[in-house]
């Protein structure tokens, strides 16, 4: 099945698209630091909640499983080992986590572009926190389009999060991407495809009590590492910075900055 | 051609539905189908309504079972029903189900509708590092129900 899977999916012969052979069980260590700032009343412009600094580091992997109808291909993202220190106050420490074993379904188009994530919900809240760190999911697929050495394009970085009926937002960001060429990256050449452009989110959640307003504001940059002889990510180095708001009867504001980087683990 | 038939070869999606990686409250009522006729079989007593919470593993073992009244007299059998029924598999961590078991004329029926504990997850895509106590602080304070609202 998944040899099928995998001639079918590989059409691409730009730089950066997956070859036929090449797609496969795929590991990554992800390393983000991230600045929360305090969390703000929007209206009285109180805090309720001081600023905080928190260090994450993930190994996960993505395995490709079934592939639908419209060409999308379904894979596991499985979080195999997780941490999170946080620092408040200069007071620094480990945060619980239940991480570890949890899955989602992170349903792409062949070149990486993520169409929807399946039980992303699980991911999220106390002791899991994807639903903030959600970058994860555009770090480890952040499809870049086709774009010759040395010139750019445009292609929108798209990702949701979904949980229980009527909650959704969605996230975009408008990036123009620069095709910076070929690099060593370790022991293998990667093409560099940079990229940078405004980060928008919005969504609503509604339940028979109250509707939540989702928003955020901000700025996406990175450079994707893509093997040149394989056109799969190697790395990815990024800032991405928003602030978020949510809203129902009070509306919290938060600055949120993630500073990463994503490696392949052969 | 030839891609033609490898098209045709692969099993696709039509639909998309998530795979079944977690529990939801309708795999545990369908499981608990499957679960009823064994605990019928064990003897009954006199008429009684029991109170069942239990743990679900991500192997769908019977993790931890909670009976109320513990002294009924059919609560042994009923445990050792539970130590080799297997629930489905899921990806999270131990679920909690809560039900009923009604002993009524020597008969039992299990509660139509079981209870699966949700886990809270608010307030989302807001960092908020302390306790659930300290989430549900800051939840209650965008819903303007906390403390520091009155």
Redesign the interface.
Known sequence: ?LG??T??IGLGCAPHHRPAETVEVERFDIHIE?H?GA?V?TESHRS??AA?D?DLKLQVVLTP?????DGSL?S?VSIESASLR?S?GGAERS?PL?LV???A?L?TFPNGEIL?I??G??L???GR?L??FEVVFPAISPSPPTVEDGEEARRRIIWP?R?AAG?R?DNAVEAIWTNQGVRKAGEEEAWQIHYEGPWT?RGP?RTNR?V?S?R?EGQGSGTVGLERTSGLLVSHDFEWQRT?V???????Q?T?TFVGHVERIR | MIWALLISAVPVDPIGDPLERYLEIEDVSVALEGLAPKLKACAVGEDVTVSLTMTLSGDGSVGLSEWEPEAYSSVPCWNGVLSTHRFPSHDDTPERVRLSLYVRGGALVLSPVPELEPRPVGPLLLFVGGTEDERSRIEQYIEGTGKEEQ
Do not use: P
Request: net charge positive; hydrophobic share 50%; glycine share 6%.
């Open positions: 099945m099928l899977v001639m079918l991230a929360f969390l009343d309720v909640q905080t928190a499983v079934r592939l639908f109808r379904g596991i946080v408040e945060m239940t074993g949890r899955t379904e349903r929807d399946a039980w919900d699980r999220a809240g106390l926190y639903d903030v999060f949980g909650l937002w989110l959640a109250s939540t989702y955020a978020a949510v809203s129902r009867k009070r509306s919290l938060q949120q």
